[in-house]
């Protein structure tokens, strides 16, 4: 019997070997895999928080100009009212008196 399983732990231990040697290279793709599906996902997500970044920043920014709108009205106006009344008015130069 010991010849029977000598022959059977040789062939387990190829199984085991030709096992070993396919498992580790599924895990070396697949982790490649993981990898490059990672880096992409996660350019995707940066692009796509960017975004939404961008969006609450404007929405934020419409929130405060609504809810202040009396205010920047009077601003606007009040330069408004100033450039239109201090530009286009040339100075006239002083009248010279006479001398005789």
Request: glycine share 12%.
């Amino acid at each position: 019997m010991a010849i029977s399983s000598a022959i059977n732990d040789l062939v387990s231990s190829i199984y085991e070997l030709f096992a070993s040697v396919v498992g580790g290279i599924y895990a070396i793709f697949h982790t490649i895999f993981a990898a490059v599906y990672g880096l992409f996902s996660g350019v995707i997500n940066l692009f796509a928080d960017v975004f939404k970044g961008a969006i609450d920043v404007v929405g934020g920014l419409g929130k405060f100009v609504a809810s202040n709108i009396v205010i920047v009205a009077i601003i606007a106006a009040g330069g408004y009212a100033f450039m239109r009344y201090s530009q286009g008015r040339p100075i006239a130069p002083a009248a010279q008196k006479k001398v005789q």
